[in-house]
């Protein structure tokens, strides 16, 4: 007997103008490839897409009652939607037009008569860039469930990765580095101890001091975890490797694995090593009860210009009440259900 398995949905759009003829020309070029649903108005795709948010509009804006660009705009004030691509087909050609349609949040604008060809090129590029969000933002997830995994390992509740991330951008945007770039930081942070995953847990979960033998396997997880990430084109996925290896290099060389100095430790495995050490500071641990603010604050003062960066200990330090706000919202006895999307 033959097994079947599952075929992979259509994607669906969303059609949307006044005219049958119109509607029955898009039905023509669209339907042998996708899954179409229907809409006569404006208040009629608002009302099919609250019922279930389709995968792409194609969008008339010459309406009766609400125009096209009002119908995108609405789109694009719901969180829920504001990221589904809307593609303006319409008979008005005028620039002036097609500027007010990209303003409204059009990801692209076709003018009638349609071109059948350039209609399915157009909605096959728009489709494909929706996936490779949603594969960016799958990647994003697996990367923030790997680095809780690690914190689990070692004994840890997983907030000390949510806590020390926030650090991390915290010192990024004060710092001066682009949204774009303390983002990206903030999504690979949690990664920074994925190597400790191949340490024996005899030794990680070892609740006295390590002994010479052990300690030399425990520096071994820094060259872990960037195998465990391994190369990989993706900036993210870079980013987080070299916080992986690099986070307990000190900025005066004495650190580990490689003994790096300065600013040929990379920035943000610098910043990484001031958020994650004060947050493992001022943690409890199961060798160590936590430490109080001031003293944490003390050791950073002290250790800037050895263990750390001094820009990255004064950005903090000039922050600490946000910081604080930060160790608030997520402390340990909290319970998160989405702690990342914070």
């Known amino acids: ?23 029955q ?6 339907a042998p490839h996708y899954h179409l649903r229907f809409a006569r108005n404006g208040t009629e795709a608002l ?4 019922e279930s948010v389709p995968d792409l509009v194609v969008l008339d804006v010459m309406m009766p009652e609400m125009n096209g660009f009002e ?6 004030s719901n969180p ?9 087909c319409t008979a008005l050609g005028d620039p002036i037009h097609e500027t007010e349609g990209f303003t409204a949040g059009g990801v692209d604008y076709l003018t009638k008569p349609i071109s059948p060809p350039v209609l399915l090129a157009r909605v096959r590029t728009h489709l494909s860039l929706v996936a ?3 594969l960016e933002r799958t990647r994003l997830a697996i990367i923030q469930r790997l680095g809780r995994a690690a914190e689990y390992k070692d004994n840890e509740t997983g907030r000390h990765v949510i806590r020390m991330s926030h650090f991390s951008r915290l010192i990024a945007e004060a710092l001066g580095a682009p949204r774009e770039w303390s983002e990206q930081l903030f999504a690979a942070a949690p990664m920074h101890d994925i190597g400790k995953i191949g340490i024996p847990d005899h030794i990680l979960l070892k609740p006295g001091k390590l002994d010479a033998d052990e300690w030399r396997v ?18 993210l996925l870079q980013m987080a490797r070299r916080i992986a290896l690099e986070h307990h290099e000190k900025w005066d060389g004495s650190g580990y694995p490689y003994g790096k100095q300065g600013e040929t430790i990379s920035i943000e495995a610098r910043i990484v090593a001031v958020a994650d050490v004060f947050d493992a500071l001022t943690s409890a641990r199961p060798y160590k009860p936590a430490w109080s603010i001031d003293r944490a604050v003390a050791l950073l003062r002290e250790e800037s210009g050895r263990h750390f960066w001094p820009e990255a200990v004064t950005a903090f330090l000039d922050n600490l009440d946000a910081a604080q706000e930060i160790q608030n919202q997520w402390r340990d006895e909290v319970d998160v259900e989405n702690p990342m999307e914070a």
Do not use: C, W, Y
């Open 218 to 235: 425990m520096r071994t997880h820094p060259e872990i975890g960037a195998a465990i990430i391994g190369e990989d084109p993706s900036s």
């Open 1 to 23: 007997m033959e097994t079947r398995f599952p075929t992979t949905p259509q994607p669906e759009l969303l059609l949307v103008d006044d005219e049958v003829t119109n509607l």
């Open 132 to 134: 490779r969000d949603e």
């Open 71 to 76: 119908v995108a705009r609405r789109i694009r």
């Open 80 to 88: 829920e939607t504001r990221h589904l691509p809307i593609l303006f």
């Open 25 to 30: 020309l898009l039905r023509q070029i669209l």
């Open 47 to 50: 009302q099919r897409v609250a």
